[in-house]
């Protein structure tokens, strides 16, 4: 399937590993021209050598306005133009009973997931409203619509960040911006593998009997049994970015193995 989104332009963050990784690589086999951003950037230059067509990597702290500032000039300066941002970057933030959590807890988690968002959206809208033509997606989570009691600084920055994306959906659309957000859930990556290690150290068992359990125990409405895979998730990513996503405004796709188990959200 032809996406229409060949030699556009691509700033997406957190693109060191996981979804963003992956996204990447999806855009890059749609003929997408990259512009990848992370802290880690010696990690990110040896992902982004095994890629095809053009990439470049720009190192950008977004909690910073004036980094984010930077990584769009970056963009403009390479390719002319920006077309598309995928907004991958997040944390887990501290887990347990809300009421124990700190000020600070909260505060980081807002600053890295949420806010983020709001200065992405600042440095990079002005180029796509200028073309009447843009696609600003950002990675929520199931957490958004279906909270887990003791994951409450990760629950309310991701259910801010969809509310944040739908207000921008109708106030961009005459502007040609779409804007989406995509819903996974216990997706294979750095941070499950993490969540899985702890897991098994706490019950003494096996990383795979540490999935197998957290599945029938925390996600019993995920009946295929198993992790979903960032390609799953870079595949909706990519569609609703494309040509052919262009009556996709103010959604959210979830990509959750039906993790959700509402009809809607």
Known sequence: MDLGITNR??????????????????????????????????????????????????????TQQEEVDALARAAIEHFGTIDIVIHTAGITGEKGHPLDMKDDDYEDTWQINFMSAVRMARA????????????????????????????AVYNVSKAALATFVKNLAYGEAENGILCNTVSPAFIESPMTNGMMEKRSKENSCSFDEAVESFLEEERPGIKLKRRGQPEEVAAAIALVVSERGSFINGANLRVDGGAVMSVQN
Request: aromatic residues 6%; glycine residues 10%.
């Open 9 to 62: 332009v691509a700033i997406i963050t957190g693109a060191k590993g996981g979804l963003g990784l992956a996204a990447a690589h999806e855009l890059a086999n749609e003929g997408v021209r990259l512009v990848l951003s992370d802290m880690d950037i010696e990690q990110l230059e040896k992902d982004a050598a095994l890629m095809k067509g053009e990439v470049i990597c720009h190192k950008a702290d977004i």
């Open 124 to 151: 990079t809208f002005p180029t796509m409203r200028e073309k009447g033509w843009g696609r600003f997606v950002c990675i929520t989570s199931e957490n958004a619509v279906q909270p887990y009691w003791d994951e």
